[in-house]
């Protein structure tokens, strides 16, 4: 008995009207990732890496193209449907954090459970267990703002990881970070990934990219290249 | 979601604008005040009406000249043609139905009189009544001291009265008896023979303020300056009974009064229920316009809900989009923005209802009647809150929910 794999993107296109123009920022992708697999999505700016992973996620759908998420056609599902999948199998973490700046670290990891009808209680603990298992147990009351950019961006894979999704994506998650933050959060990404997870990442830089296993190449909306990475780089321990 | 999430996040988004959410609170609660003050007070003149013309008037008439209720100049001028009924006419009248069972007071009025006792005076706006023993019973008035005006009084056309608790202020000192003593109107004096008990509030100041005397002394000292007519209070056992006497009034009084078969008749006979029906009706809509004003103000109120709204949603884009990416669907990204409105208004409802309240409680207490909590008036207010919530609360909300989650999450 095989399982289908996480994800299965054929001949993806997406096109957008810009006034008489059309933009087309992705020209027929076809993709497979695994579970259990971490991959790094790299491009030059422009080249539709931000579009494919709204797509994944499940934010966007596809002009064209079929989306296989763990073996359901999710290309022609209704709204309630994909914020369903955004949920539950989705771990969404973005370059600029996008945190409720008005909520505390606590309150912003509930969201999504909050989402999913988790009763109070339990929403609370899992929430304190995943800031727990970022490093953040000691920031709970926290406000985004009273927090640095490398805590923010923990409270944001702890609200990524809450619901415990399919898969991790993050766009440029040390973007907005100094290198050393960023490779702390590699770091954490590292462990995540050690826990099971599935992670795919977009960055720029090629020393964020070698820390995972599998590097694709995007260029003007088609996959240039999709190749194995042999010696991934272990993050720096995570200084909790 | 669940149902409680929606409301705890409403009120976060209070805590997080509360100058914003006051001011919504303020317009919003205006509006209300208005309704529920209006209905407040209509309701509460109402009652008031209602109990005071039942404590006296069931099944009742009242036999005038012209009508209670006059609603036009033209109409005024018409009445005021008639011949006025003559004490005389009157009390063969009341002399003829009495046969029938039905208890009658004959009474007319002076208004803006002055009243002397020794150096003292009234202000010059004492109603100076003429009436009979039946006029007591009849009206339901007490007495404070002294004894209502008798039989004999009337029949002898004594030189006595019976003055009001205000009339009884301005002329004797508190610790003094004024019963026996003297007080003079228009060159005619007059000795205190009771005092009626204090009665306060719009329906009750007529009767503080007033002096009453024999009927027949009334027309004899006083009919020759006013052009007086007498009205003629009528009080049936039941309802069938009320409905033989009204008839049979209509026709002795037109034999009385030469009326013509085929003339209209020369005079109103009125039950007291419809007369106050119709008060009840003008006071309804003296409420319902005092409503339909603060009807206006809550759309006012609500178009700046709106307005607040579409602010919030522009200001809260990045939150909208957050929320779409972890799973918020469109609908309930729509309640949310629904139940914020909705909840801020009846926030604002419930202000306006206490405050509303305590002005109705203000105006009838100055009224001196009781009020009665408007509850049609209250569920009305809170129903309509809703409804301006819902209503323009919906296209700002709309607005929230449709957004695209990608370009929300971008949005600066
Ligand atoms: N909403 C949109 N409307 C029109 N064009 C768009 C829209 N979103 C993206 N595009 C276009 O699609 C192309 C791909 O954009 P995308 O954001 O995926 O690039 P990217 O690889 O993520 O770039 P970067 O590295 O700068 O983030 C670009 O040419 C962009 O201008
Ligand atoms: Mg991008």
Redesign the pocket.
Known sequence: MSTPPLIVLEGITKH?R?GSEI?E?LRGVDLTIRRGEYVAIM?P???????LMNIIGCLDTPTSGRYMLEGTDVSSLGDAALAAIRNRKIGFVFQTFNLLPRATALKNVELPLIYAGAPPQERRQRAIAALESVGLGDRLRHKPPELSGGQRQRVAIARALVTGPSIILADEPTGNLDSKTGMEIMALFHRIWQEGNTIVLVT?EEDIARHAHRIIRIRDGRVESDMPNPTPIVGAPLLV | MRAGEYFLSAFDTFRAQPIRTVLTLVSIAIGIVAIVAAGGAATALEQALTTEITASGAYSLVIQKQPSIITSGEQWRRYMRRRPISYGQASEYKRRIEGSGALVSLFSAAPSQTVRAGTEHTDPDVTLVGSDEAFFPMRNYQLAAGRPLVGEDIFYARMVAVIGNDVRQDLFPADTDPVGKEIQVQNQRFTIVGVLARKGGIFGQSQDNMVIIPIPVFVRAYAEEWNYSVSIFVRARNQAHLEHVFDESIGILRSIRNVRPGEENDFEIEELASIANQLGTFLRFVGLFGAFCGGIALVAAGVGIMNIMLISVRERTREIGVRKAVGATVRSILVQFLVEAIVLCQIGALGGIVLGMLFALLLSHLAGIELTIPIGWVVASIGLCTLVGVGFGAYPALKAARLNPI?ALRYE
């Open positions: 957008y810009m933009v920022a491009g700016s422009g080249s539709g890496k931000s579009t720029h | 370009e």
